[in-house]
Nanobody, 123 residues
């Protein structure tokens, strides 16, 4: 019913920038917010950023605040994550998620997930 496809991942040097995109399709009218999460090998999936569809209110993890910007294009049903001043610790698989009616920083708040896109930051 809801499909998410991430794109834009790749290999960048520390200090560089990368822009991730999430294309949505299906019955997203029932979705309150979109989120970005990331997971590195051997670590738990962690919250990165979230944004509400209606008001566009953003939320950020402390680790990315001031460096990452989440945005959405309601007309195109697209969500973006602009990542600046990238660090090696940002290396992970980044996932786009849909849902987020409460506790937007928790993975279990999102019933729909994309397949992920790899982001690798070299020093």
């Amino acid at each position: 019913q809801v499909q998410l496809v991430e794109s834009g991942g790749g290999l960048v040097q520390a200090g560089g920038s990368l822009r991730l995109s999430c294309a949505t399709s299906g019955s997203i009218v029932s979705i309150n917010a979109m989120g970005w999460f990331r997971q590195a090998p051997g670590k738990e999936r962690e919250f990165v950023a979230a944004i509400t569809w209606s008001g566009g209110k953003p939320y950020y993890a402390d680790s990315v605040k001031g460096r990452f910007t989440i945005s959405r294009d309601n007309a195109k049903n697209m969500v973006y994550l602009q990542m600046n001043t990238l660090k090696p610790e940002d290396t992970a698989v980044y996932y786009c998620a849909a849902g987020g009616f409460v506790y937007l920083s928790r993975p279990n708040a999102y019933p729909y997930w994309g397949q992920g896109t790899q982001v690798t930051v070299s020093s």
